[in-house]
């Protein structure tokens, strides 16, 4: 079992940047047991979408309209992963959830709020 929250949430101006974390924990933990660790967002009234993924190498992956704004990365020693989010957008307004794929099965945090006001 794989526990997921979610910190780093809030209000900010369009123009204005965030830096959400996502702290992973469970039993005989370590987030090398992890295969994918990514964030996903879902606006009112619309799917919940991908907006990037790290690997256990390290690999990234953006959804489109994020690239060059936002960086994931990731704290081995602390179990945890950021999402940089850079020049904010009125578009970029969701809930943020944390994923982690371990195994073939999928976790999710709680979920944090972004509100970028225009």
């Known amino acids: 079992q794989v526990q997921l929250v979610e910190s780093g949430g809030g209000l900010v101006q369009a123009g204005g940047s965030l830096r959400l974390s996502c702290a992973a924990s469970g039993r005989a933990f370590t987030i090398f047991t992890i295969d994918v660790m990514g964030w996903y967002r879902q606006a009112p009234g619309k799917q919940r979408e991908l907006v990037a993924n790290i690997s256990r190498a390290g690999s990234t992956n953006y959804e489109d309209s994020v690239k060059g704004r936002f960086t994931i990365s990731r704290d081995n020693v602390k179990n945890t992963v950021y999402l940089q989010m850079n020049s904010l957008k009125a578009e970029d307004t969701a809930v943020y959830y944390c994923?982690?794929?371990?195994?073939?099965?999928?976790?999710w945090g709680q979920g944090t709020q972004v509100t970028v006001s225009s």
């Open positions: 994923n982690a794929v371990r195994s073939g099965s999928y976790y």
